[in-house]
Nanobody, 126 residues
Framework: QVQLVESGGGSVQAGDSVRLSCAVS????????MGWFRHIPGKEREFVAA????????YYEDSVKGRFAMSRDNAKKTVYLQMNSLKPEDTAVYYC???????????????????WGQGTQVTVSS
């Protein structure tokens, strides 16, 4: 069974930084495309960032580009999302996702991910 567990969320002020972690167990992590999504109340779950097997070509949603950085450590089976210059509109539940990709490429659609964590809350106050 593949399990993903997010951690690192909390309540911060605008301009602060937070690093989220996602620990993966029960699968072949090095062959997974990994992604971060977020859910704002009243809206659909939306894409935030994605990274391929190698971690060399992360891709970001426009609103977080230049502020967020995604990385992965295949030896530790962990993926990270470094979030800098946080804004109130970043407030959401952040979810980690894993997809059984057969190519070393980023996956930006939620339909491309089979396994999901339960989420971690990030609240940004002005």
């Amino acid at each position: 069974q593949v399990q993903l567990v997010e951690s690192g969320g909390g309540s911060v002020q605008a301009g602060d930084s937070v690093r989220l972690s996602c620990a993966v167990s029960g699968g072949t992590f090095s062959a997974y495309a990994m992604g971060w999504f977020r859910h704002i109340p009243g809206k659909e779950r939306e894409f935030v960032a994605a990274i391929s097997w190698s971690g060399g070509n992360p891709y970001y949603e426009d609103s977080v580009k230049g502020r967020f950085a995604m990385s992965r450590d295949n030896a530790k089976k962990t993926v990270y999302l470094q979030m800098n210059s946080l804004k109130p509109e970043d407030t959401a539940v952040y979810y980690c996702a894993a997809g059984e990709a057969r190519l070393d490429m980023v996956v930006v659609s939620s339909r491309g991910y089979k396994y999901w964590g339960q989420g971690t809350q990030v609240t940004v106050s002005s």
